[in-house]
């Protein structure tokens, strides 16, 4: 199985902060990460997806990069709304992996 | 709009079955798989396995082999995710997602809470 490691586990920010948030695979899976947005007693939501597109409807504030096994989500300026946990996902093969998780906490 | 819909609900005991469902709306239902993932308290997402609506094409998780079966009714655009001898560590939250070709899950439904104890 491919394994996801997220770094940092946890952040403290202010809004209008600018926030990066990295994941590495074990191994090389092109461009297949996905990440997403989860917050408390919702489902998780897609922002980016093939390392750098961005989905329907996402703030453009969201953007992704990287390919091979280094990944980076950043938001260009934290808003309000964007206090929550953010999970890296490996779509290059099954079994699909995530990343532990960053929670993205009030400074 | 594309809306995944999931059953209610579960407390069941140890050793028991659950079969959660998963009804899809308003996209081709047959162009699509379904995946399911599941989060237990304080733990991280993990994938279970996928099907694919149409042909039924199946790829479970080593770690469900043989406790999980994902099913399809076409005729009502359903999905079901049914998990056999349930243990406690199998409290979790259960979630269906739409997932494309290249596996991207891009909806997900509510959620299902399923409680074993």
């Known amino acids: 199985d491919i394994q996801m490691t997220q770094s940092p586990s946890s952040l403290s920010a202010s809004v209008g902060d600018r926030v990066t948030i990295t994941c590495r695979a074990s191994?090389?899976?092109?461009?297949?990460l996905n990440w997403y947005l989860r917050e408390p007693g919702k489902a998780p939501k897609l922002l980016i997806y093939?390392?750098?597109s961005l989905q329907s409807g996402v703030p453009p504030r969201f953007s992704g990069s990287g390919s091979g096994t280094d990944f980076t989500l950043t938001i260009s300026s934290l808003q309000p709304e964007d206090f929550a946990t953010y999970y890296c996902?490996?779509?290059?093969?099954?079994?699909?992996?995530f990343g532990g998780g960053t929670k993205v906490e009030v400074k | 709009q594309v809306q995944l819909m999931q059953s209610g609900a579960e407390v069941k005991k140890p050793g028991a079955s659950v079969k959660v469902s998963c009804k899809a709306s308003?996209?081709?239902?047959?162009?699509?798989?379904i995946h399911w993932v599941r989060q237990a308290p304080g733990r991280g997402l993990k994938w279970m396995g996928m099907?694919?609506?149409?042909?039924?094409?199946?790829n479970y998780a080593q770690e469900f082999q043989g406790r999980v079966t994902m099913t399809r009714d076409t005729s009502t655009s359903t999905v079901y995710m049914e998990l056999r001898s349930l243990r406690s560590e199998d409290t979790a939250m259960y979630y269906c997602?739409?997932?494309?070709?290249?596996?991207?899950?891009?909806?997900w439904g509510q959620g299902t809470l399923v409680s074993v104890s």
């Open positions: 997602a739409r997932g494309d070709t290249d596996r991207v899950t891009d909806y």
């Open positions: 308003g996209y081709t239902f047959a162009n699509y798989y």
């Open positions: 191994q090389s899976i092109s461009n297949h």
């Open positions: 093939a390392a750098s």
């Open positions: 099907i694919m609506s149409s042909g039924g094409t199946r």
């Open positions: 996902q490996q779509s290059y093969s099954a079994p699909l992996t």
